[in-house]
Nanobody, 115 residues
Framework: VQLQASGGGLVQAGGSLRLSCTVTGMIFSGASMGWYRQAPGKQRDVVATITRSGISGYADSVQGRFTIFRDNAKNTVSLQMNSLKPEDTAVYYC??????????WGKGTLVTVSS
């Protein structure tokens, strides 16, 4: 199983970025997917999740600014990030949670928001 994240970069505060994660080696439609982030010196925290049936959930800090969506035909989960803030700066990781307890992580993509 491989999760390949892309779309990170440098953006000014107030700007937007879209992260994408393409999954191979498993039945994508059967997995709950999520985006997590880890800022320097901090623990990895959940940002957004989306279930197999498309129900999404968000951390309070990103509610209303970020949107997670999935395309089962393309084995892709994306995170649209708007109104970015400097505190959103982190390495963002894609996660797949498969029934039966298996869990997979991508390598992460860096998002830097300048003030």
């Amino acid at each position: 199983v491989q999760l390949q994240a892309s779309g990170g970069g440098l953006v000014q505060a107030g700007g937007s970025l879209r992260l994408s994660c393409t999954v191979t080696g498993m039945i994508f439609s059967g997995a709950s997917m999520g985006w997590y982030r880890q800022a320097p010196g901090k623990q990895r925290d959940v940002v957004a999740t989306i279930t197999r049936s498309g129900i999404s959930g968000y951390a309070d800090s990103v509610q209303g600014r970020f949107t997670i969506f999935r395309d089962n035909a393309k084995n892709t989960v994306s995170l649209q990030m708007n109104s970015l803030k400097p505190e959103d700066t982190a390495v963002y990781y894609c996660n797949a949670d498969v029934p039966g307890g298996r869990n997979y992580w991508g390598k992460g993509t860096l998002v830097t928001v300048s003030s």
